[in-house]
Structure formats: C-alpha cells, structure tokens
T-cell receptor, first 115, second 112 residues
Framework: EPEVTQTPSHQVTQMGQEVILRCVPI?????FYWYRQILGQKVEFLVS????????KSEIFDDQFSVERPDGSNFTLKIRSTKLEDSAMYFC?????????????FGEGSWLTVV | DQQVKQNSPSLSVQEGRISILNCDYT??????FLWYKKYPAEGPTFLIS?????DKNEDGRFTVFLNKSAKHLSLHIVPSQPGDSAVYFC???????????FGQGTRLTINP
C-alpha cells in the first residue's frame, strides 16, 4: 500500500541551528502538508502546499519555517533557527485532492528535539 | 482553539464489547469529519470518515455517526479487539479547506 515516508525519524539539534525534515509523499498525490504534535498536545496544522506554492498556513508557520519541493518527489520543511519550543513530532501528509471529503494520509513522523 | 473537542482522555473497554468514542465540534462550517488511529511514535492512520450530508457511515467493525444539530459525532467499534488499543483522534475540515482541525485524542485500551 502506498505510504508517506519521512526522514529522519528522530533528530536532536542545538537551539539556533537549522533543521531540514524530509518527506516523500504518495506518488500520485498533488497536495502536501506539514502538521506537528508537541508532546501531550493536539496535532496542529502548519502548512499546505500545492503547485509549488503554499496554499494555506497557520499562525505557527512564521518566517522561521519554509517548505519546498526541490525535485518533484521530496517535500521538505526547513526550520531556519530552531527554538526549544520547536521540539515536537512533525508529520508530513499528502492527499490526491484538496476538497472536503478527501482523505489526508500521514507519514510516521520525524521527532525533533531541540536542546 | 477548541473547535474540535474529545472530552474523554481515556476509555477502557473489555475485548468483544462495543467501544464508543465521542467528539464535539463548535464550528458549523465543518462539513467533513474523519477519525484517525495513532500508535506511539507513529503517524495518524486514517480509519473512517463522514460527510455532513450523511448521518452514518459504516466500514466493517467501525461506524461513525454524525448528529449535526448537536454538533456531535461518535465512533463505534464492534467488537473491540486488543489491536484496537491506541489513541483515536477526531478531525474536521470546512468548505474545501485543506487543513484538518484535530481533537485532543482519546486513549482506548481494550482489556482481554
């Protein structure tokens, strides 16, 4: 069964360092997302991406964050200068369409620890 | 932001019995609802969904009921199995918006 894959599964980084989280969405999907879950809290939407541009983003997704699809298969989330509060599980997701009624499929997550 | 609420943080059910997980929402613009199951250190796995034009959707052991007037939905699992032990998230989306709004999750434990 097709799946969303993410790397790394776990990364520890020092505060202020840049981090890139990578994702390979399901191959025929066109819409891509990043969500995150801080330990003990809800899964939160960060950003959606379609046709090589951001289509929607949350308040969390500030200037420290960026996304890109560098090569037609990977989808990356970059955190420019990490803060302690960026420690969370980051989930990449994809869907074939964007309208309500379409299922979003999640990867297994990348656990980011900022020290 | 409490647009989607799961008021029970945990639920314990005996194997073979029915598990009922509840979810309430406040945003009347939500028109699509999903349930996800999540194991520790894994991503949410899609279980079942329902459109606001329906009041029930069934898939095998899983049934989701939607009561729009009460802004309430529930997931029924019958019969419950040990492998169903996980955290269950309710999520909703509105009017073609791409983002899902999640509830806090309910940890379901199935006891043998």
């Amino acid at each position: 069964e097709p799946e969303v894959t993410q790397t790394p599964s776990h990364q520890v980084t020092q505060m202020g360092q840049e981090v890139i989280l990578r994702c390979v969405p399901i191959s025929n999907h066109l819409y891509f997302y990043w969500y995150r879950q801080i330990l003990g809290q809800k899964v939160e939407f960060l950003v959606s991406f379609y046709n090589n541009e951001i289509s929607e983003k949350s308040e969390i997704f500030d200037d420290q964050f960026s996304v890109e699809r560098p090569d037609g298969s990977n989808f990356t989330l970059k955190i420019r200068s990490t803060k302690l509060e960026d420690s969370a599980m980051y989930f990449c997701a994809s869907s074939s369409q964007a309208h309500s009624g379409n299922t979003i499929y999640f990867g297994e997550g990348s656990w980011l620890t900022v020290v | 932001d409490q647009q989607v609420k799961q008021n029970s943080p945990s639920l314990s059910v005996q194997e073979g019995r029915i598990s009922i997980l509840n979810c309430d929402y406040t945003n009347s613009m939500f028109d699509y609802f999903l349930w996800y199951k999540k194991y520790p250190a894994e991503g949410p796995t899609f279980l079942i969904s329902i459109s606001s034009i329906k009041d029930k959707n069934e898939d095998g052991r899983f049934t989701v009921f939607l009561n729009k007037s009460a802004k309430h939905l529930s997931l029924h699992i019958v019969p419950s199995q040990p492998g169903d032990s996980a955290v269950y998230f309710c999520a909703a989306s509105a009017g073609g918006a791409q983002k899902l709004v999640f509830g806090q999750g309910t940890r379901l434990t199935i006891n043998p």
